[in-house]
């Protein structure tokens, strides 16, 4: 189960009534925060999300609107006795900018690791000191596994999909088969391989059939290309650049590398998702519900995104 | 004449009912901005102050709170077709933070000048390129006077003062006596030498007595050191940090460089300036008009700023 509040569902300049790019990830307390735009922390206030257990920092891309509130949230964190490390994910460059933007505050009292064009996929485990990211390996069992995809915009710029794995399901029969003790039936359906007893017994004593888990897909800036449906393949919420709302401005979206309502909905169409969520609006685009049949006449579960929006996913 | 709007009145962390350090002075259309935390460029938009027209930025630090809106800020003003140069003012080290903060916006389509701890007064002019900062030359008329002060804070801090000239008077019979051509009266008064149908005028031949302008001084962060008085000595409003509301909060203030109400207060009255507006609240001073009394007590013209408080000054 995941929880996710979008902070800002702004593009470009911000504007009193919305704030920039921002999506924050709940997962079993800790969190992933996607994007940072100016003003974040303010609405991680406004929205009372907290902020002092934020794990990995996904940047889709060093546009300011979507960067320009890490320095102030990262300093704020600091002051708040915040300790375990941080780690940030982003284009190449990513260390670079975050360098310069932290170039004022020359101590954090946590360790900033940075991980830049990730070309493989990434694992997640939820320990003691938070989300930890590692190199993903199949063999292994791991939370949520994030992986990442290159947009076309007028930088380099990632779209992020994040799939929490669900643990298959506990088939008592064959516990029972194997004679498997029942306090290591845990350990075992984590898929840890166990030594009790002087025994050894193996997951798939206890394991039945696997299950699918929750998968969301995250993409701004860009135009919609054609890696994008089988990115965002089957997610049960895709969370979607819609810059513009009125099909007219087609043109614009094209010179700007953004997309129209329209081009959203048909890529959440084509990439069969459950649901899109659409954001990013641009600062000209005062009420983006008024064009939500521009979108819903595609694919008719659109939800049209504010400041403030949260929903959560749990395994079916 | 100038006029003057708080963007911000909060210190330390943003809080979603108070934007950070921030104060715009509008002179005659162009504008000086004093400090500039995250979401200035937010405040503008809500106070509908305009931005496009700032010309001189003065820096009091470089903590976070006091210019994380920079980055932002020079972003939009790059994007609205903003070509003339700005004048940033600050602390050494001013140079390079700014270059950090820019890092992610490689260009800006305006030239941005630099100018670090100047230990002597600087003189603008408006001229058609907007507000132009050269060194101060008391043989030369300026309009407005910029002077600084070293502060005590945890890191290098400047105080400022803004000295509006108002020019002397006129004095019809001076011009009659040396017989003045009407046509050159304005650039005499403005003291300028005129050369006219080969004969020099000077100034003296029209000026009579001098008259008072306007001063404003702005002091955040410090502690209340005693060069601050003869500083902000017969200011018509001076801006002053008021970190913390309750006398008893006194050790606090002492801890982290920063000044109560009534120490703000004791300063106003010590410096005879004609009013103080209190700003840079701690985030954890909620309602900060409840401890008003602990600067009237002291100082009986205190204005407790907010977000939005604006104020015309004129010549007398």
């Known amino acids: 189960m995941l929880h996710i509040t979008l902070l800002g569902s702004g593009g470009g300049m911000p504007i009193p009534t919305r704030f ?27 929205m ?52 310069g933007l932290m170039r004022s505050t020359p101590y954090l009292p946590f360790d900033l690791a940075i991980i830049e064009n990730p070309n493989k996929a990434l694992a997640i485990m939820n320990s003691a000191g938070g989300l930890q990211v590692k ?4 063999s292994q069992s791991h939370e949520i596994i994030i992986s990442t995809i290159e947009l076309e915009h007028s930088s ?14 506990f088939c008592m029969e064959k516990a029972a088969l194997y004679k498997v003790p029942k306090e290591i039936w845990r350990r075992l359906q984590n898929k840890e391989t166990v030594i009790h007893d002087d025994k050894i017994y193996e997951p798939d004593m206890v394991l039945g059939e696997e299950r699918s888990g929750i998968k969301i897909s995250f993409i701004t800036d860009t135009r919609p ?34 997309m129209t309502f329209k081009e959203a909905a048909e890529l959440a169409k084509v990439g069969n998702v459950k649901e899109v ?6 600062s000209a685009l005062d009420k983006p519900e008024i064009y ?6 595609i694919f008719n579960k659109t939800i049209i995104g504010y400041d403030g929006f949260t929903k959560t996913l749990s395994f079916k």
């Open 20 to 46: 920039l790019s921002s999506l924050l990830i709940n997962y079993q307390g800790r969190k992933i925060l996607i994007d940072c735009g100016e003003g974040t922390q303010v609405a991680m206030r406004k």
């Open 135 to 138: 190199e993903y390996d199949k």
């Open 156 to 169: 380099p710029c990632l779209g992020y999909a994040f799939h929490i794995a669900r643990k298959p399901k």
């Open 292 to 297: 939500k049949y521009n979108a819903e006449e």
């Open 225 to 258: 290309i054609e890696t994008i449906p089988a990115f965002i393949m089957g997610s049960d919420l895709l969370i979607c650049e819609g810059t513009y709302g009125d099909n007219e401005d087609i043109e614009k979206a094209k010179k700007n590398k953004h």
């Open 277 to 282: 969520l659409l954001t990013h609006f641009s």
């Open 48 to 99: 009372n999300t907290g902020f002092k257990s934020i794990d990995i920092i996904c940047l889709t891309h060093l546009h300011g609107d979507h960067i320009f509130g890490l320095p102030g949230l990262l300093t704020t964190m600091g002051n708040s006795e915040r300790r375990e490390p941080i780690t940030i994910i982003g284009t190449e460059g990513t260390s670079e900018v975050v360098k």
